[in-house]
């Protein structure tokens, strides 16, 4: 009968922590970083084609965006417009994930038991402490070496 109490209690204690956590946010967080990212990924790489091809005689002149997306789709076609996508879908979707999640626990947790809204530096610092959040899941988890650790 004792290990059912301690159960209960250690249920309720994870109840407590996690009220906050809707994971609806975490999955519009994701399924916005990926799309958006979907969606842009070409004017990146149209970005990174004029960096890289800035005064050098070896890589393609471009005469603007469109001559280079033209360019890119005559030469290698779809596959070419969306080269090196999937690190980019990665990590936008898992960081503006990460972000919304933290982001909207952050501001319930501060609602909780109050009847006014919160104030605009409210707003700021939820925005700042999920940032901050996010920002240390995302490189600590994912790029320890970085970080010596």
Known sequence: MAGQGQSASGSSAWNTVFRHVRYENLVAGVSGGVLSNLALHPLDLVKIRFAVSDGLE?????????????????LDGLRGLYQGVTPNVWGAGLSWGLYFFFYNAIKSYKTEGRAERLEATEYLVSAAEAGICSWAVWNVTWCPSVYGI
């Not at 890589?59 to 997306?69: D, E, F, N, V």
Request: proline share 6%; with cysteine; net charge positive.
């Open 58 to 74: 070896l890589r393609p002149k471009y005469k603007g965006i469109l001559h280079c997306l033209t360019t890119i789709w005559k």
